[in-house]
């Protein structure tokens, strides 16, 4: 509990190197999570060499700590080795399909968290680049994904060279519903996110935006309405083109 | 990891009670693991009212496990909470889309994954139910859940009653790839799949069920193409309905 508790994604590492037989154990732990029907529908892409690095970089927006990590880990759902096994034993897979895709999605996401608490646990530290899945079509140029497969997130990994303070949540009672959803009115909205709102980071934030409100900053400035049908309209066509989804 | 490394399934469990402060502090547990710019983009609805999980038992297959589980836990993507503290504080949220639905369905997996790591941490048992997308649309109407949600997973959790054997996997060199992608040729599949194959219990799988080889199984009787199809098309429908994807 206390490992889980007390994480925070960190992005400055020192140049101290993975031990490969580590890496590899922590991997394994990866997949020691909960599969659908242990189909085990993931790949782990593990990215050292520095040319393909700075191929990716870009992928990732540019942001420092895809740079500044020894390790890049990109974690793909995968229903191609699966249906590949399907096929070399007579059996005719059927996994070109939105539900494959989502349960191949959760399986990888399931891995990349016992991977992250593995490391964490062995003195690494962490921190998930959300970029992937934005940038997935260049992703599958750069790492050669075959159709049904699709890059999921990616880990930066490494040895902490700071320790950040951990960050705010709103409070548990947030995101618990007793037996059926509780909507949110604003006074309920209020109470939860006000600890958030108070925070000096959080005024600076909005101060330096030029914004009246927290809210504003994610809105206009950090996950804009334009972006996100901007990402979303590419990856419903990346999805189709790995052979997920039919036109 | 030695927690990790151990983890199996448990699908019976005693009537022994969950403390509701330590169902809590489990929850909070999810709430510390990584989520997309700190959005924290799910909900977590605790069912343990009988006649509820009555509703939900048809929708999980009745597997008796989940009708065994003293708490059902369903996790669900949420971008309303998010998108309500927003138009409470004068910004226009803009998270009705795909790439939005796929940054909600990762976090609510971690989350989930942290909740599972910290429950047997506890010396409780769980089980993924992967039906929840399955029936989604069903999910929603029980649950009562709004627009800009949809649930993901759901974690059956209480005291194990037994201790199932560790359950297999392929070796992990089989899903790692170097710096690449390495597809994978009849031979390599061969390799990682022989432990499996070889199993008591695969092979008693493949004469039940009267195949000739147990990837004939999972496509012929457990993940079989027309069922996947159904229930792809039902999910795409759901995706839209609740608001993350235009028609």
């Not at 790949?43 to 060499?49: A, F, R, Y």
């Not at 890059?151 to 303070?165: H, K, L, S």
């Not at 409100?213 to 189709?240: C, G, H, P, W």
Request: hydrophobic share 40%; with cysteine.
């Amino acid at each position: 509990m206390e490992l889980l508790n007390k994480h925070v994604s960190i992005r400055k590492f020192s140049d101290k190197l993975i031990d490969p037989d580590l890496l590899k154990s922590i991997i394994y732990s990866g997949t020691r999570a909960s599969t659908t029907g242990n189909m085990q529908l993931y790949s782990v892409i593990v990215t050292k060499d520095t040319e393909r690095k700075q191929k990716l970089l870009p992928l990732h927006f540019n942001q420092p700590v895809a740079k500044n990590a020894p390790v890049l880990l990109t974690f793909v759902a995968d229903f191609n080795r699966f249906s590949k096994w399907c096929q070399y034993n007579e059996a005719q897979p059927g996994y070109n399909n939105l539900i494959s895709f989502t349960n191949a999605v959760i399986d990888t996401s399931l891995a990349a968290q016992n991977v992250c608490i593995a490391a964490e646990n062995n003195g690494l530290g962490i921190c998930y680049l959300g970029t992937t899945a934005y940038n997935a079509k260049e992703h599958i140029e750069v790492l050669g994904l075959p159709k049904l497969t699709f890059p999921v997130t990616t880990v930066a990994i490494g040895y902490p060279e700071d320790t950040p303070e951990l960050t705010d949540r709103i409070p548990v009672e947030g995101i618990i519903h007793d037996e059926v959803y509780q909507d949110y009115d604003k006074e309920r909205i209020n109470k939860l996110y006000a600890v958030k709102e108070s925070l000096e980071s959080s005024k600076a934030f909005v101060a330096e935006n030029g914004k009246q409100t927290l809210a504003q900053v994610f809105t206009d400035v950090r996950y804009k309405k334009a972006d996100n049908e901007f990402f979303s309209a590419k990856m419903l066509e990346t999805i189709k083109a790995q052979g997920f989804l039919a036109d």
